[in-house]
């Protein structure tokens, strides 16, 4: 296990009804609120207009900011913080799905922001550093779709769209995390069933991604992820099946929490690969993220198991029983990816990038995701990180197996 430090002073507030309590809760940090929403699904299902009348109530003014699409566009959030600042609005309250509580967190930093907040992001293909937001307004996220974790921690994955091409990027700073989180799983109720079976995959992947990255000796963090893998898998298919199930949505939305808000990553070496591979895609395609992943996390796995067969040997025991007694370490490794890619496809999950539905997928195409890829984030040798770290080339081969 790696030396680690672990902050996360995000206050939580979980459990169904919730929601009654948002006007208490975002009161203590300010009195006009501008409540992010994003295209309108808490509009119909009502949980906007609760939403407003407990704020209202505990007399905190209300200004609306909607129209927030999903993988969030820059330039929304500049039009976001413009809104909050002509309001005057203290507080952030973001009601939605991880694209609506990201760009929240960005607004709010960018309200506070000096200089060009597009200098916030992670862009290491540049060779510039980040300029982190050090302030941002307050943040309250009520989550209505159990996926990215974003409630709970302090990052946030923005597409730069005023550029040539677009870019998902990211940024992760102390100032982005929410003071709190008012987590109410009946509002998921209403998530589709593609959705509800997007977001399990990325409950997963965001696991997996520190489980099979080699870090020795972390039994306790390795437990944490098979909990919420073992979790995921069975309450998953449940809120796919019938989406009124409001054990399985809470379960589900508990472990989209733990799964990322750092406490599984604590010690363990956790750079994302999958997820950086993926964010090319949907930065390009707009295609939903959790889709993106099911379809990329099983090729990352089938290549980085090659070169460390033994976390992916324990992965396919501890997590579908396969046997392992005399048997080549990664014929179990590869057994245990096959049950994982089944398990994505029985919920109703792409395994496959032809099924995203985004035209020809080329050589050329490829070698342009994995340079939008390191666009992002690269080591000192022009590297993916992650183990092992990906060249270009490793890239477009991982995709390949995508194909
Ligand atoms: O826009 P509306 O109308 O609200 O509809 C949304 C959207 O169409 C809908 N939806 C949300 N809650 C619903 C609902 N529909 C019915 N009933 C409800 N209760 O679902 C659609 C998808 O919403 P979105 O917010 O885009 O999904 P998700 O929560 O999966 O967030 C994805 C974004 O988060 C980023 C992703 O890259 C992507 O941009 N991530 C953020 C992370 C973080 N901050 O920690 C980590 C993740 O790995 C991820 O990268
Ligand atoms: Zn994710």
Not at 282 to 290: A, K, M, R, W
Request: net charge negative; hydrophobic share 40%.
């Amino acid at each position: 296990m790696m030396k680690f430090e672990y902050y996360n002073p995000t206050r939580l507030i979980f459990g169904a009804g919730s929601l009654e309590r948002l006007g208490e809760v975002v009161s203590k940090y300010g009195k006009k609120a501008l409540l992010v929403i994003g295209k309108g699904s808490v509009k119909k299902t009502g949980t906007f207009d609760r939403a407003v009348a407990s704020l209202e109530k505990a007399g905190v003014k209300v200004v609306e900011f909607s129209g927030v699409e999903p993988n969030p566009r820059f330039t929304t959030v500049l039009k976001g913080a413009e809104t909050a600042k002509k309001h005057g609005c203290d507080v952030v309250v973001a009601l939605g799905g991880g694209s609506v509580m990201d760009a929240s967190k960005v607004i709010a930093a960018t309200v506070l922001y000096e200089g060009n907040p597009k200098d916030m992001f992670v862009r290491a293909g540049s060779g510039k550093m980040p300029r982190l937001p050090e302030k941002a307004l307050p943040v309250v996220t009520v989550p209505t779709l159990a996926a990215t974790g974003s409630e709970m921690n302090n990052g946030a994955v923005i597409t730069i769209d005023d550029e040539d091409e677009p870019l998902k990027t990211f940024v992760m700073a102390e100032a982005l995390y929410p003071r709190a989180a008012v987590v109410d799983p009946e509002l998921t109720l209403t998530v589709p069933k593609n959705y509800t079976a997007y977001g399990v995959a990325d409950i997963i992947t965001h696991v997996t991604e520190s489980y099979l990255n080699n870090t020795e000796e972390t039994p306790i963090q390795d437990r944490f992820a098979e909990g919420v893998i073992l979790t995921a898998i069975e309450y998953g298919p449940r809120a796919v099946e019938n989406g009124q199930d409001l054990n399985a949505r809470t379960q589900l939305q508990w472990a989209s929490i733990v799964a990322l808000n750092g406490w599984v990553q604590v010690g363990v070496n956790a750079p994302y690969p999958v997820h950086q591979i993926e964010h090319a895609i949907s930065g390009l395609y707009d295609v939903p993220h959790g889709a993106g992943l099911a379809v990329v996390n099983p090729a990352w796995m089938r290549f980085a198991a090659k070169h460390n067969p033994d976390r992916f040997v324990q992965f396919a025991q501890r997590i579908f029983g396969v046997p392992v007694e005399g048997r080549d370490k990664l014929e179990v490794a590869m057994e245990g990816i096959d049950r994982f890619e089944e398990f994505l496809r029985s919920i109703g999950c792409p395994t496959r990038l032809s099924e995203l539905g985004i035209g020809e997928i080329t050589e050329d195409v490829l070698y342009h995701w994995a340079e939008k890829t390191l666009e992002v984030l690269c080591d000192e040798e022009g590297r993916l990180p992650g183990v092992p770290p990906l060249s270009k080339e490793d890239i477009v081969e991982v995709l390949k197996m995508a194909i």
